[in-house]
Nanobody
Framework: VQLVESGGGLVQPGGSLRLSCAAS????????MRWYRQAPGKERELVAG????????YYADSVKGRFTISRDNAKNTVYLQMNSLKPEDTAVYYC???????WGKGTLVTVSS
C-alpha cells in the first residue's frame, strides 16, 4: 500500500493550491478517503472526507466553503482544492483511506506573505 501526496508549497494568504494523493497497492475505488493535516505543535486533524463514488463529502468547519475534496477512481487519486488560504492552514497535509492504517509522507503547505 502506498499513498503519495503532492502539490504543497508556499502560497500567499488568499491564494490557492491543489493537492493530489496518488494511491496504489489496494482497491482504491472501494475505500472512503480522507485528508488530514498537522500544523506545527498541534495534533493531526481531519480536514475533509469523500465517499467511494464521490457523491458524499465532509468538511471540517474551519475549511468549509474554501476547500473541495474530489476523487478520480480511474486514476486512483484523491484531490484537495484549497482556495482562500489562510496562515492557519499552514500544515503538513496527508491522505488516508478509512479502514487501513497507512499514511503517506504528506505534503507541506505554507501560507505566508
Amino acid at each position: 500500500v502506498q499513498l503519495v501526496e503532492s502539490g504543497g508549497g508556499l502560497v500567499q494568504p488568499g491564494g490557492s493550491l491543489r493537492l493530489s494523493c496518488a494511491a496504489s497497492g489496494f482497491r482504491f475505488s472501494i475505500y472512503y478517503m480522507r485528508w488530514y493535516r498537522q500544523a506545527p505543535g498541534k495534533e493531526r486533524e481531519l480536514v475533509a472526507g469523500i465517499s467511494t463514488d464521490g457523491g458524499s463529502t465532509y468538511y471540517a468547519d474551519s475549511v468549509k466553503g474554501r476547500f473541495t475534496i474530489s476523487r478520480d477512481n480511474a486514476k486512483n487519486t484523491v484531490y484537495l482544492q484549497m482556495n482562500s488560504l489562510k496562515p492557519e492552514d499552514t500544515a503538513v497535509y496527508y491522505c488516508k483511506m478509512i479502514g487501513m492504517n497507512y499514511w503517506g509522507k504528506g505534503t507541506l503547505v505554507t501560507v505566508s506573505s
